[in-house]
């Protein structure tokens, strides 16, 4: 079964860093793409990085562009997400999830349909 384990939530203040990591296992996904998710209290979630298997090429929900970076390691079979000047309105639960990025849409539509626990981020003014 595949699984997939967001870690390195917490809570930080504004203008502050943390980085998330996810741990895959289960299947090897160095040929997936690979993205990070995020849902606030009384919202959807809603995509906010992803990189791609072919090149590494990366992108990014406008909300997070230059502040966030997403990073992959095939070899621990490991994504993780950069996360710097962190805003209030960062704080959600963030996911990570693996499939295929869609340009035309600007978002990864994941190869599962279901979602891991998430790590909480929270960030305070």
């Known amino acids: 079964q595949v699984q997939m384990v967001e870690a390195g939530g917490g809570s930080v203040q504004a203008g502050g860093s943390l980085r998330l990591s996810c741990a895959a296992s289960?299947?090897?996904?160095?040929?997936?793409?690979l993205g990070w998710f995020r849902q606030a209290p009384g919202k959807e979630r809603e995509f906010v990085a992803a990189?791609?298997?072919?090149?590494?090429?990366?992108f990014y929900t406008d909300n997070v562009k230059g502040r966030f970076i997403i990073s992959r390691d095939n070899a621990k079979n490991t994504v993780y997400l950069q996360m710097n000047s962190l805003k209030p309105e960062d704080t959600a639960v963030y996911y990570c999830?693996?499939?295929?990025?869609?340009?035309?849409?600007?978002?990864?539509?994941?190869?599962?349909?279901?979602w891991g626990p998430g790590t909480q981020v929270t960030v305070s003014s």
């Open positions: 289960g299947r090897t996904f160095s040929t997936y793409d």
């Open positions: 990189i791609v298997w072919s090149d590494g090429s990366t």
């Open positions: 999830n693996y499939g295929r990025f869609a340009s035309s849409d600007f978002t990864l539509y994941p190869e599962r349909a279901y």
